[in-house]
């Protein structure tokens, strides 16, 4: 429990809250470049992407801050689908037909870190501890850090109150020690996913979430007004993780909701 609340922003349409966030990200982007020359992200999929690729493709204002620099940028799955990478389900294709696909030579080309495709049709644990190893890797061997240190999240929220791959009232929510677990029975297909644990997402310097659309509403409520709803894993995020998580919602997706909001950042 970190005692501080989390940062609730709205704004009229996606095109006003694409151009909030892109600033955000930025801001993030530069923050991480100038502490250790690198970017660590994971992104989750669902409407994000799409998003995404229009804050971060919008053009520049050529102002250092405004600048995207793609080649800086460690691209990580906050959650990901045990298919193959080209498969519909996958998180990957998704963020690769919204967005990478897209990106311009001149802004840089990220480094991106799908899963192991080669595994997706064995044990979802092994597809897990191979995507931890992945991230031991670029952040520390696990011996030597507890949890790693993303320096921005950028989450969906799904209509029951979902994050990731983290589902309400799972075991996985208690998980404490794995950086990434392996889920075989999700309530929503496909079945088999594997997913940053609880401990991880709150532990990033930054964490975002991104809800639009009057479908929203109702989970917002909760999440934000709710006692019911504390006990969410969307809310569990805002829990751990305090003022470090910001919402970027359109009106539509917190009407009636009285959680205090920001017009801008």
Known sequence: MTGTSPNLYSFPNTDALALQLRAYVLRCQNSAINRHNTFRVAVSGGSL???????????SNGSPEDTVRFDKWDVFFADERAVPLDHPDSNYRLLKDELLSKIPAQMGTPKVHPIDADHVNDDTQEL???YQEDLMRSFAAKDSVKLPVFDLILLGCGPDGHTCSLFPGHELLREKDAWVAAETNSPKPPPKRITLTLPVVTHAVSIAFVATGAGKKEILKQIFDAEEGRELPSALVNQGAGEK???FTDHAAIDGVSFPRRGSL
């Open 49 to 59: 992407p799409a998003v995404l690729a229009k804050a971060l493709l919008a053009p």
């Open 128 to 130: 897990a501890d191979l």
């Open 245 to 247: 998580v910001s919402w």
